[in-house]
């Protein structure tokens, strides 16, 4: 076991929480110590839900060990289907209470309720939230279809609805957007004549789930959710799946066509508000051209990212990277496509060494990322879970589609340009005129500008008396000249002039130094 001071994923009973909060008329009897109820804040303190989970917690204690804990789980069993009345109850156990090994999806099965009881199977020591969420949205659908399934040699019952439906698979709480990307795609496939028969799991209930067959396709908006249910409805109904996941204007239209040969229909024009394209051609872009990118995340963001940073605004994609394990090979093969090696980890001090020594000029992560971005000095957009309460905006922010496609670009961009501008600020800060206390130009007339507070440029070491004749220290006047060297290279810079310093017995570097090491490192 590895303690670790960030996790980008919970354990998977998180992700069965996720599931049971997206849908209506769910319940979740999780059996669990005293304590694990955290899992609430990340509702409603993060995603600033209304409302608590629908879960109940047995929250047994160290007394309760010595006593017969199976006993808790049953009372705790009837009493939330009492309170409750939900019309299913899904029930599994927490990764401590795995170890007690009480069984409570057995007991909640052979109880007698008058509800019907989806047990799931956490695997807590081996998985992780991503895979408890797709888990227990894959138990549900199967719970609820298995007596609908077509028996073998027979064929399922053809859509009675004349017009083209789908279901959106996938979409669920605390998923990064999920909840305007629906509202996007829903929009887009009216425009195509297509209709959404079930959009699951977010706000669907038990009695929407028995209608999923009655859709002609389904599409995978997010596949580590809705990827293992996709696959059992093809194999079971013969319902065929959109795997086109519309996360920029390439892929959209990408989607927008698989949509249309699936379902048999006209296959529609890219939208007029695709600003996109445009804008990356634009002179106000065009000098981001070429700039290094990292890219980290959940495996369906990322692989999307590193899409529309290479194809549509001509960046290199110097990394790129997942934390989810399971759909580490479709990471791989994006990787291996722009001709680079994935990093597959969860321990951001490994994608912080990376980083650092990638030294990329944009990050593309989640909120882990954010913080080494910071620690960095390097422009960062959050792309992914997990993601923090300011990536959950009240306001209409999608990823997917052809507007979400314009919020990309803006959300990549403005910390670029934001970064450019921070970097000439600090170019001419010792400007005559452009110091901090420099007087504006337009008032120029009415007096002296004031000068610059900074000491004088001189000779003097920025040094102490004290310091050790070994130790390295810079001149005040090599210091000014590393901070107009632009940020996103600084650190390198620095580390690069004090290794050459190091190996030339130099104690003291000066401005001849810093630009002796940057001959001998571009030799």
């Not at 409750?84 to 309720?113: N, R, W, Y």
Request: charged share 20%.
């Amino acid at each position: 076991m590895e303690l670790s001071l960030w996790t980008y994923e919970g354990p998977p009973h998180v992700g069965a929480i996720r599931i049971a909060n997206s849908m209506r008329g769910v319940h979740l009897l999780l059996h669990a110590p005293q304590g694990d109820s955290y899992a609430d804040l990340l509702f409603t303190m993060i995603e600033r839900d209304n409302h608590r989970p629908p879960v109940t917690y047995t929250t047994f204690q160290a007394r309760d060990l010595g006593s017969d804990t199976a006993q808790l789980v049953l009372n705790s069993i009837h009493a939330a289907v009492e309170k409750h009345k939900p019309q299913v109850l899904l029930v599994g156990d927490s990764c401590t209470a795995e170890l007690i090994q009480d069984q409570p999806g057995s007991l909640a099965t052979s109880s007698g309720l008058s509800v019907p009881v989806v047990p799931i199977e956490m695997l807590a020591y081996s998985r992780k939230e991503n895979w408890g969420a797709g888990e227990t949205f894959y138990s549900l659908v199967r719970g609820l279809l298995q007596s609908r399934v077509p028996a073998p040699g027979t064929e399922a019952t053809p859509p009675v609805d004349q017009q083209p439906s789908v279901n959106l698979l996938g979409p669920s709480s605390l998923g990064f957007r999920c909840r305007d990307d629906v509202r996007e795609i829903t929009q887009l496939l009216n425009e195509m004549g297509v209709r959404v028969n079930v959009c699951a799991p977010l706000n669907a209930s038990p009695g929407d789930l028995l209608r999923i067959p009655d859709a002609q396709a389904n599409i995978c908006l997010y596949p580590e959710i809705a990827g293992p249910s996709c696959d059992w409805l093809q194999r079971n109904f013969k319902q065929p799946t959109i795997k086109t996941v519309p996360i920029g204007v390439g892929a959209t239209r990408d989607f927008v066509a698989e949509v249309a040969e699936t379902l048999g229909i006209e296959c529609i024009a890219e939208s007029a508000d695709s600003r996109l394209p445009w804008y990356s051609r634009s002179v106000d872009s065009t000098y981001l051209t070429g700039k290094r990118v990292f890219v980290f995340g959940d495996a369906t963001h990322v692989v999307a990212a590193a899409r529309i940073a290479h194809e549509e605004l001509a960046f290199e994609v110097v990394g790129m990277g997942t934390y989810s394990r399971e759909q580490a090979r479709t990471v791989r093969d994006a990787a291996s496509n722009l001709g680079l090696k994935a990093l597959i980890s969860d321990d951001y001090l490994e994608v912080e060494r990376v980083i650092s020594e990638l030294q990329p000029e944009l990050v593309l992560g989640t909120q882990m990322e954010r913080h080494i971005a910071k620690r960095l000095g390097v422009p960062c957009a959050v792309i992914s879970t997990p993601a923090h309460v300011q990536d959950y905006p009240a306001r209409y922010s999608p990823q997917m589609g052809y507007e979400g496609a314009n919020v990309i670009f803006d959300s990549w961009v403005h910390p670029l340009m934001m970064g450019l501008e921070e970097h000439l600020l600090a170019m001419f800060r010792d400007d005559f005129e452009f110091n901090d206390g420099a007087q504006p130009s337009h008032l120029a007339a009415e007096g002296v500008a004031k000068r610059s507070e900074d000491p004088a440029v001189n000779d003097s070491i920025h040094t102490d008396e004290t310091d050790s004749a070994n130790e390295l220290t810079w001149d005040l006047n090599a210091e000014r000249e590393l901070r107009k060297i632009p940020f996103f290279v600084r650190g390198k810079a620095k580390r690069n002039t004090e290794k050459f310093a190091a190996d030339n017995g130099v104690n003291v570097i000066k401005v001849d130094t810093l630009y002796e090491a940057k001959a001998h490192y571009s030799r």
